[in-house]
């Protein structure tokens, strides 16, 4: 009998455990580049994080971005150059869209 209240209070305990932590709040970061065929990435950086994702059909949208202040960049395919933009906003609970990225020769 004490071994199965032990039990009990030891399950109670784990699942007290994972209700008390909430997850970190998330944001995206969406927008388009041009020329469409010309990227293969994007990225968001700051001081402490580093998000990426593919492109496809010249857009893009990073998820699970934690709220902070990144500079976006779009990594392009040669002869093109890499392009950004920096003091991207991300706030918690939606999408920041940066518009669009021209990538140059």
């Known amino acids: 009998m004490k071994k199965i209240k032990l039990g009990l209070v030891a399950v109670a305990v784990a699942a007290g ?3 008390a932590f909430k997850p970190l709040p998330q944001g995206s970061v969406k927008g388009t580049y041009t020329p ?6 994007a990225w968001a950086i700051n001081a402490t994080d580093t998000f990426r994702t ?22 392009a395919v040669a002869p093109y150059k890499n392009a950004s933009k920096d003091n991207i906003t991300v706030n918690e609970g939606g999408p920041t869209d940066v518009g669009e990225i021209a990538l140059s020769q």
């Not at 990073?62 to 202040?69: A, E, F, L, W």
């Open 17 to 19: 455990g994972f209700f």
């Open 54 to 75: 593919d492109v496809s059909n010249g857009s893009f949208e990073i998820g699970n971005v934690k709220p902070g202040t990144y500079s976006v960049i779009i990594e």
């Open 36 to 41: 469409v065929d010309k990227a293969v990435r």
